[in-house]
């Protein structure tokens, strides 16, 4: 099992900055990529990007750009800095980790999320 806690989220201004973090702990090294997805009310949850232990990312069409996602994998943390930030970014922003293979990311475990709320 891996256990995963995201931190980080809150109240900004359009336009604004936010990091989000997640600290893995337990079984780290049954997992070889971690990620983040989103889910906004009355919306599908949507993966919004991942990176692998080896540094290979993606990122959903929709936060292209303004998303980064990174990985201290000496702490077994996992970051998700989002820049230019939009009223339709406010979702709850979920931590997952899995297995990547073969170009496919397959999430597994998911954390209990945190709140982003972007509004003036």
């Known amino acids: 099992q891996v256990q995963l806690v995201e931190s980080g989220g809150g109240l900004v201004q359009p336009g604004g900055s936010l990091r989000l973090s997640c600290a893995a702990s337990?079984?780290?090294?049954?997992?070889?990529?971690m990620g983040w997805y989103r889910q906004a009310p009355g919306k599908e949850r949507e993966l919004v990007a991942y990176?692998?232990?080896?540094?290979?990312?993606d990122y959903a069409d929709s936060v292209k750009g303004r998303f980064t996602i990174s990985r201290d994998n000496a702490k077994n943390t996992l970051y998700l800095q989002i820049d230019s930030l939009k009223p339709e970014d406010t979702a709850v922003y979920l931590c997952?980790?899995?297995?990547?293979?073969?170009?496919?990311?397959?999430?597994?475990?998911r954390g209990q999320g945190t709140q982003v709320t972007v509004s003036s």
């Open positions: 997952n980790a899995g297995t990547y293979y073969k170009g496919t990311y397959y999430p597994t475990y």
């Open positions: 337990g079984s780290i090294v049954s997992i070889n990529a």
């Open positions: 990176i692998t232990t080896t540094g290979t990312t």
